[in-house]
Protein backbone atom coordinates (compact mmCIF):
# COMPACT_ATOMS: atom_id res chain seq x y z
CA UNK A 1 0.00 0.00 0.00
CA UNK A 2 3.04 2.53 0.89
CA UNK A 3 4.87 1.64 -2.60
CA UNK A 4 1.24 2.17 -3.94
CA UNK A 5 0.94 5.56 -2.61
CA UNK A 6 4.69 6.43 -3.11
CA UNK A 7 4.31 6.33 -7.00
CA UNK A 8 1.10 7.67 -6.72
CA UNK A 9 2.72 10.90 -5.26
CA UNK A 10 6.19 10.77 -7.57
CA UNK A 11 3.88 10.30 -10.84
CA UNK A 12 1.54 13.08 -9.82
CA UNK A 13 5.09 15.53 -9.06
CA UNK A 14 6.37 14.59 -12.48
CA UNK A 15 2.94 15.66 -14.35
CA UNK A 16 3.10 18.80 -12.08
CA UNK A 17 6.57 19.05 -13.28
CA UNK A 18 5.75 18.85 -17.21
CA UNK A 19 2.98 20.88 -17.08
CA UNK A 20 5.27 23.85 -15.16
CA UNK A 21 7.51 23.46 -18.18
CA UNK A 22 4.73 23.51 -20.87
CA UNK A 23 3.81 26.89 -18.42
CA UNK A 24 7.11 28.83 -19.22
CA UNK A 25 6.66 31.70 -21.55
CA UNK A 26 7.74 31.38 -25.41
CA UNK A 27 5.70 34.67 -26.34
CA UNK A 28 5.33 37.83 -24.69
CA UNK A 29 4.36 41.57 -25.25
CA UNK A 30 6.54 44.87 -24.19
CA UNK A 31 7.26 47.88 -24.21
CA UNK A 32 10.90 49.27 -25.74
CA UNK A 33 12.85 50.26 -23.02
CA UNK A 34 15.79 51.21 -25.06
CA UNK A 35 16.41 51.40 -28.42
CA UNK A 36 20.08 52.64 -29.05
CA UNK A 37 22.29 49.55 -28.33
CA UNK A 38 21.83 46.07 -29.66
CA UNK A 39 20.28 43.98 -28.59
CA UNK A 40 17.53 46.66 -27.27
CA UNK A 41 15.97 46.03 -24.02
CA UNK A 42 12.46 45.56 -23.63
CA UNK A 43 10.18 45.69 -20.26
CA UNK A 44 7.49 42.59 -20.69
CA UNK A 45 4.04 43.76 -19.37
CA UNK A 46 3.58 42.63 -15.63
CA UNK A 47 7.12 43.33 -15.07
CA UNK A 48 9.70 46.17 -14.32
CA UNK A 49 12.75 44.77 -15.35
CA UNK A 50 13.64 45.75 -18.81
CA UNK A 51 15.51 42.60 -20.24
CA UNK A 52 17.50 42.62 -23.12
CA UNK A 53 16.23 40.92 -26.85
CA UNK A 54 17.40 40.40 -30.24
CA UNK A 55 15.79 42.50 -33.00
CA UNK A 56 14.36 41.27 -36.35
CA UNK A 57 16.09 42.66 -39.64
CA UNK A 58 12.80 43.70 -40.89
CA UNK A 59 11.63 44.82 -37.44
CA UNK A 60 12.00 48.63 -36.66
CA UNK A 61 11.87 49.38 -33.30
CA UNK A 62 11.86 52.29 -31.21
CA UNK A 63 11.69 53.61 -27.68
CA UNK A 64 8.41 53.00 -25.92
CA UNK A 65 7.09 51.17 -28.84
CA UNK A 66 5.15 48.25 -27.87
CA UNK A 67 6.48 45.02 -29.26
CA UNK A 68 5.79 40.95 -29.65
CA UNK A 69 8.91 38.95 -28.69
CA UNK A 70 9.20 34.83 -29.25
CA UNK A 71 11.98 33.22 -27.53
CA UNK A 72 14.17 31.25 -29.19
CA UNK A 73 16.33 29.13 -26.79
CA UNK A 74 17.87 31.37 -24.21
CA UNK A 75 17.01 34.52 -26.53
CA UNK A 76 14.42 36.77 -26.53
CA UNK A 77 13.69 38.34 -30.03
CA UNK A 78 11.55 41.41 -31.61
CA UNK A 79 9.27 39.97 -33.76
CA UNK A 80 7.20 42.71 -34.70
CA UNK A 81 6.01 46.75 -33.39
CA UNK A 82 2.53 47.54 -33.13
CA UNK A 83 1.81 50.33 -35.06
CA UNK A 84 5.12 50.33 -36.50
CA UNK A 85 7.02 51.46 -39.78
CA UNK A 86 4.98 53.38 -42.40
CA UNK A 87 1.23 52.44 -40.83
CA UNK A 88 -1.35 53.58 -43.21
CA UNK A 89 -3.68 55.83 -40.97
CA UNK A 90 -5.80 58.19 -43.32
CA UNK A 91 -6.58 58.49 -46.63
CA UNK A 92 -8.23 61.23 -49.02
CA UNK A 93 -9.10 59.62 -52.46
CA UNK A 94 -11.38 60.79 -55.36
CA UNK A 95 -12.22 59.20 -58.89
CA UNK A 96 -13.48 62.35 -60.34
CA UNK A 97 -11.29 65.26 -61.09
CA UNK A 98 -10.56 69.00 -59.39
CA UNK A 99 -11.55 72.31 -61.01
CA UNK A 100 -8.85 73.63 -63.49
CA UNK A 101 -7.11 76.41 -61.68
CA UNK A 102 -4.64 78.69 -62.37
CA UNK A 103 -3.80 80.39 -59.09
CA UNK A 104 -3.10 78.45 -55.95
CA UNK A 105 -6.66 76.87 -54.99
CA UNK A 106 -6.93 73.31 -53.02
CA UNK A 107 -7.36 70.66 -55.18
CA UNK A 108 -7.79 67.71 -52.41
CA UNK A 109 -8.08 67.76 -49.36
CA UNK A 110 -8.22 65.68 -45.83
CA UNK A 111 -9.81 67.10 -42.90
CA UNK A 112 -10.27 66.04 -39.04
CA UNK A 113 -6.80 64.47 -38.74
CA UNK A 114 -4.52 64.30 -35.39
CA UNK A 115 -1.02 64.87 -35.56
CA UNK A 116 0.14 63.41 -32.51
CA UNK A 117 2.81 64.40 -30.20
CA UNK A 118 6.14 64.05 -31.25
CA UNK A 119 5.26 61.95 -34.34
CA UNK A 120 6.12 61.78 -38.25
CA UNK A 121 3.70 61.21 -41.27
CA UNK A 122 4.49 60.89 -44.77
CA UNK A 123 2.35 62.25 -46.98
CA UNK A 124 1.98 60.74 -50.21
CA UNK A 125 0.16 62.52 -53.44
CA UNK A 126 -1.49 59.95 -56.48
CA UNK A 127 -3.09 60.36 -59.70
CA UNK A 128 -2.11 62.38 -62.98
CA UNK A 129 -2.07 65.93 -63.44
CA UNK A 130 -3.49 67.57 -67.10
CA UNK A 131 -1.99 71.24 -67.93
CA UNK A 132 -4.77 73.20 -70.22
CA UNK A 133 -1.65 74.25 -72.39
CA UNK A 134 2.59 72.95 -72.02
CA UNK A 135 3.08 74.40 -68.26
CA UNK A 136 4.10 73.56 -64.92
CA UNK A 137 2.50 73.64 -61.72
CA UNK A 138 3.99 74.11 -58.20
CA UNK A 139 1.74 71.43 -55.57
CA UNK A 140 2.02 71.94 -52.27
CA UNK A 141 0.88 70.86 -48.59
CA UNK A 142 -1.27 73.74 -46.87
CA UNK A 143 -3.01 73.49 -42.86
CA UNK A 144 -6.61 74.24 -44.31
CA UNK A 145 -8.64 73.88 -47.67
CA UNK A 146 -9.31 77.75 -48.13
CA UNK A 147 -7.05 80.55 -48.31
CA UNK A 148 -5.14 82.78 -47.37
CA UNK A 149 -3.06 80.16 -45.68
CA UNK A 150 -1.51 81.27 -42.84
CA UNK A 151 0.87 78.28 -42.05
CA UNK A 152 3.21 77.11 -45.33
CA UNK A 153 3.21 72.74 -44.77
CA UNK A 154 5.66 72.87 -47.38
CA UNK A 155 5.91 71.43 -50.93
CA UNK A 156 5.74 68.04 -53.30
CA UNK A 157 7.30 70.39 -56.26
CA UNK A 158 6.81 71.53 -59.70
CA UNK A 159 5.49 68.82 -62.24
CA UNK A 160 5.74 69.16 -66.13
CA UNK A 161 3.03 69.13 -68.39
CA UNK A 162 4.38 68.81 -71.75
CA UNK A 163 1.91 69.59 -73.46
CA UNK A 164 -1.46 70.20 -73.07
CA UNK A 165 -5.00 68.16 -72.79
CA UNK A 166 -2.65 65.26 -71.75
CA UNK A 167 -2.45 63.61 -68.57
CA UNK A 168 0.83 63.24 -66.97
CA UNK A 169 1.55 60.76 -63.80
CA UNK A 170 1.71 62.66 -60.52
CA UNK A 171 3.04 61.39 -57.54
CA UNK A 172 4.91 63.13 -54.83
CA UNK A 173 6.45 62.67 -50.94
CA UNK A 174 6.61 65.32 -48.46
CA UNK A 175 7.10 64.66 -44.46
CA UNK A 176 5.56 66.14 -41.62
CA UNK A 177 6.53 66.24 -37.53
CA UNK A 178 4.79 67.59 -34.56
CA UNK A 179 7.58 68.10 -32.29
CA UNK A 180 5.33 69.27 -29.61
CA UNK A 181 4.28 67.07 -26.52
CA UNK A 182 0.65 68.13 -27.33
CA UNK A 183 -1.39 66.61 -30.04
CA UNK A 184 -2.20 69.00 -32.52
CA UNK A 185 -6.11 67.89 -33.30
CA UNK A 186 -8.84 68.07 -36.19
CA UNK A 187 -6.67 69.57 -38.97
CA UNK A 188 -7.13 69.93 -42.62
CA UNK A 189 -4.32 68.97 -44.51
CA UNK A 190 -4.77 70.45 -47.72
CA UNK A 191 -3.04 70.04 -51.50
CA UNK A 192 -3.13 72.90 -53.44
CA UNK A 193 -2.01 73.32 -57.01
CA UNK A 194 -0.81 76.51 -59.13
CA UNK A 195 -0.16 76.79 -62.93
CA UNK A 196 2.61 78.53 -64.69
CA UNK A 197 0.27 79.39 -67.24
CA UNK A 198 -3.09 78.31 -68.76
CA UNK A 199 -4.60 75.85 -65.86
CA UNK A 200 -4.00 73.14 -64.57
CA UNK A 201 -6.01 69.72 -62.87
CA UNK A 202 -5.56 66.93 -60.72
CA UNK A 203 -7.01 63.52 -62.44
CA UNK A 204 -9.08 61.43 -61.22
CA UNK A 205 -10.85 58.60 -63.04
CA UNK A 206 -12.72 55.01 -61.56
CA UNK A 207 -9.50 53.12 -63.35
CA UNK A 208 -6.99 55.63 -61.63
CA UNK A 209 -7.89 57.53 -58.56
CA UNK A 210 -6.26 60.74 -57.70
CA UNK A 211 -4.89 60.10 -53.76
CA UNK A 212 -3.28 61.61 -50.62
CA UNK A 213 -2.16 58.68 -48.13
CA UNK A 214 -1.13 59.91 -44.42
CA UNK A 215 1.83 56.94 -42.53
CA UNK A 216 2.91 57.62 -39.71
CA UNK A 217 6.27 56.86 -39.42
CA UNK A 218 8.67 54.89 -36.56
CA UNK A 219 10.65 57.18 -34.09
CA UNK A 220 10.95 60.44 -33.22
CA UNK A 221 11.07 63.90 -35.14
CA UNK A 222 14.97 63.80 -34.17
CA UNK A 223 15.27 60.50 -36.61
CA UNK A 224 13.31 62.11 -39.24
CA UNK A 225 15.38 65.77 -39.55
CA UNK A 226 13.97 66.21 -43.31
CA UNK A 227 10.55 66.14 -42.00
CA UNK A 228 8.34 69.94 -42.60
CA UNK A 229 7.16 71.45 -38.71
CA UNK A 230 4.05 71.93 -38.35
Known amino acids: MADYLMWGTDLI ?8 AARQLTTAVGTVADASGTPVTVTFDGSQLPV ?14 RVTLIRHGSDWVVTGVFGGSGDLVAVASDTGSSAAVTSEEMVLALAGFTFEAQTVYRLRLGG ?16 R ?7 DWGQ ?14 LNGEHYLANATDTPVTDQTIAVTAQAST ?12 RYLEVHRMPGSPADWPHACPI
Not at 134 to 141: E, G, K, T
Open 13 to 20: RLIDTRIQ
Open 128 to 143: QQQGSVANYSLWRVRD
Open 198 to 209: GTTTHIGTPTTP
Open 52 to 65: PAKVLTHVQVYANA
Open 145 to 151: ATGPWPV
Open 156 to 169: FGHYPAYSGGNPYA
